[in-house]
């Protein structure tokens, strides 16, 4: 008599690489009663899969009012979905912009080598652009760029960044900053950031404390002589969330996956 039973489709590791706006969304974390972005494509992924549930793993858990044009996340599906038929079931303010397998050791967030944010301001008279409001921050001062860039090289490398974090329990606030920049391009000030990892809040925090060093508020030494504070700065303003905008998400080759994660683990727990 035949085998009747039938066997489950293995399941297989999907990335996906994700863009979005932020300002209509409560974050990228799943909340009850809030729109968010990890609701929104994990209930989209699963109606179209046909599945009863689908569990995303995220490279950075984005706050609410943050953008992203180069989020990854992971997860384990028994077929690579089709980023057109994905795209025509996601809302206009959320997009895949890429899927394909990869190895099973791959993991978003632990894999991660290191996350690029930028920062978007403006100082121009005439404010910001109309088509830019929702991504460019318009500051009603002039800034002194060149001393905002001078602060922030200040901050590069491994330090406990305690001053710029909202503390989470058993969270540590150690992080290596692997650069720090500010250029201007006419009215508009760019901060681009590239950490191995950020802690909750820190990034506008970071530009927070640069913006009062461009007001000409605090020293340009400032900034970094609150990492040795060892707790929240209670005098670091964090910056409007609709500047910020993740854009790149580093990775080692394949051979290096399973390592990678194994030590990001260890050094910042679940």
């Known amino acids: 008599m035949p085998d009747a039973t039938i066997e489950a489709d293995p399941l297989r590791r999907v990335r996906l690489d994700v863009s979005y706006d932020g300002t209509d969304f409560s974050g990228w974390a799943r909340q009850p009663d809030r729109r968010t972005v990890q609701g929104v494509l994990e209930d ?3 109606r179209v899969l046909r599945l009863p549930a689908v569990a995303l793993t995220v490279a950075g858990r984005t706050d609410a009012g943050v953008h992203a044009t180069g989020q990854v996340v992971h997860c384990d599906l028994p077929q690579v979905p089709e980023v057109r038929r994905v795209n025509r079931a996601l809302p206009a303010d959320v997009r895949v912009t890429g899927v394909r397998e990869v190895p099973a050791q791959f993991d978003a967030r632990f894999g991660a080598l290191w996350r690029r944010y930028e920062y978007r301001l403006t ?6 652009a109309p ?16 001393a905002m860039a001078a602060a922030a090289r200040r901050l590069t490398g491994l330090h406990d960044f305690a001053a710029f974090c909202k503390r989470r329990e058993g969270a540590t606030t150690t992080r290596t900053l692997l650069s720090f920049a500010v250029l201007r391009a006419g ?6 950031v590239v950490a191995d990892a950020f802690c909750h809040s820190m990034v506008r925090s970071l530009v927070g404390a640069l913006l009062a060093v461009g007001e000409g508020r605090r020293p340009v030494d400032w900034p970094a002589a609150l ?6 700065a209670n005098d670091v303003t964090v910056a409007p969330a609709h500047g910020l905008t993740l854009v790149e998400v580093g990775y080692p080759d394949d051979a290096g996956l399973a390592a990678r994660a194994v030590e990001a683990r260890a050094r910042r727990p679940e």
Do not use: I, K, N
Not at 123 to 128: E, I, K, L, R, S
Not at 132 to 146: A, F, I, K, M, Q
Not at 227 to 232: E, N, S, V
């Open 44 to 46: 989209t992924l699963a």
């Open 123 to 128: 100082d121009d008279p005439a404010g910001v």
């Open 131 to 146: 088509l830019s409001r929702r991504e460019v921050v318009g500051w009603p001062r002039p800034l002194d760029d060149v």
């Open 187 to 192: 009215g508009d000030v760019t901060c681009t």
């Open 227 to 232: 990492l040795t504070l060892g707790r929240r």
